[in-house]
């Protein structure tokens, strides 16, 4: 097969950007819900199971961890690259996918955001279900179009993998979990419309109706955890809130900044003035197409593809009416940023004026770059391992470790499992099951009686200041053999050391 050069150029753009995402995957640190990954993934699928259905997140992902674990143990590089991998599959969906359904331009601009977009180099080598949700509903969308398109044929194939990416989205996310019933309704709408005007029974309603119901009897089990989970969730001090106008702020700059809460890798000044160009531009050429009714099918692809994306965010809020708590997270977005991309890509393609498109590709490049300088000088920092480097040092056989509701703590308890925890739940988040994620060598108390009779050596574990020492000290005769406070510059995260004889 002889590429033409705009193939060449595509096929570059793809190994550059896989090369250029996977810089700063290599590294052992952790941040609390990396850890949470790390602990859960040594349990059983049985077991996976069982705790997961008091987590706020499906397990499906979980279970690739665990997977992954059997064959090349508990590695927490493996478990980057399997993070890394899934992002630069859905890069490289561009040329096998989307170049060939739509058209060349739309693949390139495609490949080229999944590698450069600010939110995908943040989160290429985290811990969590993040790339891997986004890879199979990006799939799960191709494959939904595909079977539009190619309406007529039997074509198996297509609905097979559009069934287990959309069952697989809902058993790893909840917004995976939006997506897929959003994306069902639509098809099935279509197709009923479709049936009624042919005056039949189409083969395309038929087939729809057998992978629906397949993924309705496969997810009853979730369902009913799901249902129990909402239960939990009303009556848990949950950890969202919604901040006006934080919230509209942090969702408008997301996927162009991709920070987390204490990781400000760019400015959101500047990101709301990235994020601007791009917006303002976009409904330039809405305005200015607006009137073209000849192009009904591109205008079609286009309003789904955005109103995919909106409807989940209309979906979180309903959501969050119906469980009592808020669920609507920037970084749940995600899970559809496969869509944002795909609508950006050819959006552009169509419409766009290529000095436009290289000046916004010009920026993300130079926004890339400054977001990889950051995220390796943060995750490859000797200030990462050295709270752990200490207590490598300082810790004997026996030692028992002692937190509060601080995500440090867990931190140490992935890096140390063999040393039991107590974990001192004082604002009764009500995620004693949850956590047992930590394995058996942990335990949740509400109040101290429960450790009274504890002798020995423990590690008191806090994050900023002592806070849990003078608790302890206020309510037993301790003794503090040593005391140390680290900051670290992955995740920004402190830890503060207090060893203690009881």
């Given at each position: 097969m002889k590429l033409e050069k705009r193939d060449v150029l595509h096929i570059?753009?793809?190994?550059?950007?896989?090369?250029?995402?996977?810089?700063?995957?290599?590294?052992?640190?952790?941040w609390f819900d990396e850890s949470y990954s790390v602990a859960i993934c040594n349990h059983s699928f049985i077991d996976i199971w069982k705790i997961g259905t008091h987590d706020v997140h499906p397990v499906l992902y979980y279970w690739v961890l665990h997977l992954l674990n059997l064959i090349f143990g508990n590695n927490i590089i493996i478990y980057r690259i399997f993070s890394w991998l899934c992002a630069s599959t859905i890069g490289i969906l561009g040329f096998t996918h989307i170049r060939k359904d739509f058209n060349q331009k739309t693949g390139i601009l495609f490949s080229f955001f999944s590698f450069f977009l600010p939110v995908i180099l943040v989160y290429t080598g985290e811990i969590r279900m993040?790339?891997?949700?986004?890879?199979?509903?990006?799939?799960?969308?191709?494959?939904?179009?595909?079977?539009?398109?190619?309406?007529?044929?039997?074509?198996?194939?297509?609905?097979?993998?559009?069934?287990?990416?959309s069952l697989a989205s809902a058993y790893t996310h909840y917004?995976?979990?939006?997506?897929?019933?959003?994306?069902?309704?639509?098809?099935?709408?279509?197709?009923?419309?479709?049936?009624?005007?042919?005056?039949?029974?189409?083969?395309?309603?038929?087939?729809?109706?057998?992978?629906?119901?397949?993924?309705?009897?496969?997810?009853?089990?979730?369902?009913?955890?799901?249902?129990?989970?909402?239960?939990?969730?009303?009556?848990?001090?949950?950890w969202i809130y919604l901040k006006f106008p934080e919230t509209i702020i942090e969702f408008f700059t997301f996927q162009f900044t991709g920070n987390l809460e204490k990781t400000k890798t760019i400015p959101d000044a500047y990101a709301i003035a990235f994020g601007s160009i791009i917006c303002i531009y976009l409904i330039y050429l809405s305005i200015k197409y607006i009137k073209l009714k000849k192009q009904k099918e591109e205008t079609n692809i286009i309003r789904l593809s955005l109103g995919i994306y909106i409807g989940v965010i209309?979906?979180?809020?309903?959501?969050?009416?119906?469980?009592?708590?808020?669920?609507?997270?920037?970084?749940?977005?995600?899970?559809?940023?496969?869509?944002?991309?795909?609508?950006?890509?050819?959006?552009?393609?169509?419409?766009?004026?290529?000095y436009v498109i290289a000046v916004i590709g010009i920026l993300c490049i130079i926004t890339g770059i400054f977001i990889q300088i950051d995220l390796c000088k943060d995750n490859y920092d000797q200030s990462n391992q050295e709270p752990f480097a200490y207590l490598r040092q300082n810790m004997q056989e026996g030692d028992i470790l002692f937190c509060s509701n601080e995500g440090s703590g867990f931190v140490v308890s992935?890096?140390?499992?063999?040393?039991?925890?107590?974990?001192?739940?004082?604002?009764?988040?009500?995620?004693?099951?949850?956590?047992?994620?930590?394995?058996?060598?942990?335990?949740?108390?509400?109040?101290?009686?429960?450790?009274?009779?504890?002798?020995?050596?423990?590690?008191?574990?806090?994050s900023q200041g002592y806070g849990l020492l003078e608790t302890l000290q206020n309510e037993y005769d301790v003794k503090v053999l040593d005391k140390k406070q680290y900051s670290t510059k992955y995740h920004k995260f402190q830890y503060s050391f207090a060893l203690i004889e009881k």
């Amino acid at each position: 097969m002889k590429l033409e050069k705009r193939d060449v150029l595509h096929i570059i753009i793809i190994v550059i950007g896989i090369l250029f995402i996977a810089i700063p995957i290599f590294h052992q640190n952790l941040w609390f819900d990396e850890s949470y990954s790390v602990a859960i993934c040594n349990h059983s699928f049985i077991d996976i199971w069982k705790i997961g259905t008091h987590d706020v997140h499906p397990v499906l992902y979980y279970w690739v961890l665990h997977l992954l674990n059997l064959i090349f143990g508990n590695n927490i590089i493996i478990y980057r690259i399997f993070s890394w991998l899934c992002a630069s599959t859905i890069g490289i969906l561009g040329f096998t996918h989307i170049r060939k359904d739509f058209n060349q331009k739309t693949g390139i601009l495609f490949s080229f955001f999944s590698f450069f977009l600010p939110v995908i180099l943040v989160y290429t080598g985290e811990i969590r279900m993040y790339t891997w949700a986004m890879l199979l509903v990006t799939l799960m969308c191709i494959y939904a179009y595909r079977i539009y398109k190619n309406q007529g044929t039997k074509q198996i194939k297509n609905w097979l993998i559009f069934f287990l990416c959309s069952l697989a989205s809902a058993y790893t996310h909840y917004y995976g979990l939006m997506v897929a019933g959003i994306v069902n309704l639509i098809l099935f709408v279509y197709f009923i419309k479709k049936a009624l005007k042919e005056k039949k029974f189409t083969y395309e309603l038929k087939a729809f109706l057998i992978f629906a119901v397949l993924q309705i009897m496969l997810y009853i089990p979730w369902l009913i955890s799901l249902f129990l989970q909402m239960k939990v969730m009303s009556s848990t001090h949950f950890w969202i809130y919604l901040k006006f106008p934080e919230t509209i702020i942090e969702f408008f700059t997301f996927q162009f900044t991709g920070n987390l809460e204490k990781t400000k890798t760019i400015p959101d000044a500047y990101a709301i003035a990235f994020g601007s160009i791009i917006c303002i531009y976009l409904i330039y050429l809405s305005i200015k197409y607006i009137k073209l009714k000849k192009q009904k099918e591109e205008t079609n692809i286009i309003r789904l593809s955005l109103g995919i994306y909106i409807g989940v965010i209309i979906g979180a809020c309903f959501g969050s009416i119906i469980v009592k708590t808020p669920i609507i997270y920037a970084r749940y977005m995600l899970c559809v940023t496969g869509i944002f991309i795909f609508f950006l890509s050819y959006y552009l393609a169509k419409r766009g004026n290529k000095y436009v498109i290289a000046v916004i590709g010009i920026l993300c490049i130079i926004t890339g770059i400054f977001i990889q300088i950051d995220l390796c000088k943060d995750n490859y920092d000797q200030s990462n391992q050295e709270p752990f480097a200490y207590l490598r040092q300082n810790m004997q056989e026996g030692d028992i470790l002692f937190c509060s509701n601080e995500g440090s703590g867990f931190v140490v308890s992935a890096n140390f499992p063999h040393h039991f925890l107590y974990f001192y739940d004082a604002l009764f988040w009500n995620v004693e099951e949850a956590y047992k994620a930590y394995g058996k060598q942990m335990k949740t108390i509400y109040n101290l009686e429960e450790i009274k009779d504890i002798k020995g050596r423990i590690w008191v574990l806090d994050s900023q200041g002592y806070g849990l020492l003078e608790t302890l000290q206020n309510e037993y005769d301790v003794k503090v053999l040593d005391k140390k406070q680290y900051s670290t510059k992955y995740h920004k995260f402190q830890y503060s050391f207090a060893l203690i004889e009881k």
